[in-house]
């Protein structure tokens, strides 16, 4: 089974999301799309599949998001895309794609709803926040 994560190592979140992958068992493609960011077509296409607004997937803490303007609400999606590509680090992240689908995954326990197996162990984020019980159930 294949899932993919586009993932950046300096957040919190994504790695929370790549633990959770890895506590249900699955050994995921993992992209860190500052280094190999998607093509415009896959960026679109992870869009699509996630079925949000392409503002959704703009992030604005710690990026250009307010220099380059992208708060103008004329903006085009296809011009927001663009942004996107020339600046990878106003995507949004983690975005997990797996066989029930494809997610932005804020919260980390959303990527719950898109995994195929359970959890087979207790989690605890990295904030110290239990999730999952040591039964592998969800407890948030």
């Known amino acids: 089974m294949t899932i993919t994560i586009y993932h950046n190592p300096a957040c919190g979140t994504?790695?929370?999301?790549?633990?959770?992958?890895r506590n249900s068992g699955e050994d995921p493609c993992i992209?860190?799309?500052?280094?190999?960011?998607?093509?415009?077509a896959e960026l679109v296409s992870?869009?699509?599949?996630?079925?949000?607004?392409?503002r959704s997937v703009l992030?604005?803490?710690?990026?250009?998001?307010?220099?380059?303007?992208?708060?103008?609400?004329?903006l085009t999606d296809d011009a927001l895309i663009d942004a996107m590509i020339a600046?990878?680090?106003?995507?949004?992240r983690p975005i997990v794609v797996t066989p029930l689908g494809a997610a932005l995954c804020r919260p980390s326990?959303?990527?719950?709803d898109i995994l195929p197996n359970p959890q087979r162990g207790a989690f605890i984020k990295e904030d110290g926040?239990?999730?999952?019980?040591?039964?592998?159930?969800?407890?948030?």
């Open 59 to 74: 992030r604005e803490k710690g990026t250009p998001f307010h220099e380059l303007g992208l708060d103008n609400p004329a």
């Open 129 to 140: 926040e239990k999730i999952i019980d040591k039964s592998g159930k969800r407890i948030v």
């Open 46 to 54: 992870l869009i699509a599949r996630m079925g949000v607004p392409v």
């Open 87 to 92: 600046h990878p680090i106003l995507m949004n």
């Open 109 to 112: 326990e959303r990527v719950l």
């Open 14 to 21: 994504s790695r929370n999301v790549l633990a959770l992958i």
């Open 31 to 40: 992209i860190e799309y500052l280094k190999t960011p998607p093509s415009r």
